[in-house]
């Protein structure tokens, strides 16, 4: 699959841009908070309908306007998709395509899939758990149509149980409706941990392969999914711990609380890794998301790099770049010369200043 065009239109710092990519790799380079990640955060959310930043709609639109515009062209097995996506500061995004409207999120997916790849998933390891959980989220919905509808309506029982909870104390009667959302929490949770389950019993073992490899085999980082609850034990636990639940206004268990191990020889390398360590399993962590869409779609996902190189020693830049043959690939960065250093094969390079590009 490849995006063969973008359009934006009041898109962060750009009134109107339109730009053509190559099939290959794609160079957009130019000085700090010129616009060089906004593009790829526009080409993100039009496939996912999520910013990678976990920007909301509103925050995305331009200045003084009230709407914003983004369009794609996808090719995909010979076939081309337009993606139109218009976000609204006070409504629902309106999604269409080929010129057709879809009513839900999900009819999205299974067109594009993006791997995004900042300087923030370097932190993904010793940040909060939430970043983990964010990062198989935003991954299991590109590629499980049924995992992004079963989190969505658990993320609506959630909220529900977490307001009704904060409702009890000013009306006690409202009690007896607990089990409602107790059931649905469970109905959804119990199906989005078994998804991270089989997800990480995947990823794990290409992360640990990766990881060998880059450390020259003198470590093995092994990933293990912590789930905060067992599927057997939920419907049970949300029992036992209502009245905590209702003296903290919170709901305590569920997969909103699960996390992510990063071990290498059985240590917590979040707590007592090396930054070196955690950098290096980090990048493991995002080269084996590539080999695992792969697999998964029989496709070669569309990869977007935003300034990771000058994050990273020359040996991890080695790896990266020679990761991502065949693969097209759309690169932020400050200068060219780490490229024409490591004679790395460019095919576009698109020049960002102050919110312009030119070719």
Known sequence: MIIQSM????????????????????????????????????????????????????????????????????????????IDMHLKKNKT???AINGIPIKRASELFGIVNYVFFSPEDLNIIKNGPAERRRFMDLELCQLDKSYLFDLTNYNRALNQRNRLLKDLWARPEL???????????AEFGSKIIKRRMEFMDHLGPIVERIHGQLSGEKEKCRLVYEPNIS?????????????????????????????????????????????????????????????????????TPILLLDDVLSELDSNRQNYLLNSINQIQTLITCTGLDDFVNHRFEIDRVFQVVDGVVYT
């Not at 130019?30 to 959310?45: D, F, H, M, P, S």
């Not at 009690?175 to 929490?185: A, G, P």
């Open 93 to 95: 995004k309106g999604i």
């Open 7 to 82: 359009d934006l239109e009041n898109f962060r710092n750009y009134k109107t841009l339109h730009l053509e990519f190559d099939e290959g790799t794609n160079i957009l380079y130019g000085n700090n908070a010129q616009g060089k990640t906004n593009i790829l955060e526009a080409v993100y959310l039009s496939g996912t309908t999520k910013s990678h930043k976990g920007s909301k709609d509103r925050d995305v639109i331009a200045f003084h306007q009230e709407e914003s515009h983004i369009r794609t062209i996808i090719r995909r097995n010979d076939i081309s998709y337009r």
């Open 175 to 185: 009690k007896d409706t607990l089990f409602l959302w107790d059931e649905k929490l």
């Open 231 to 299: 599927v057997n034990a939920f419907r049970e636990q949300l029992k036992r711990n209502l009245e905590k639940d209702m003296k903290f206004k919170l709901t305590s268990i569920g997969p909103h609380r699960d996390d992510l191990l990063f071990q290498i020889g059985g240590i917590d390398i979040r707590r007592f890794g090396s930054q070196g360590q955690q950098r290096t399993c980090a990048l493991s962590l995002k080269l084996a998301e590539i080999e695992l869409v792969k697999e998964m779609i029989h496709d």
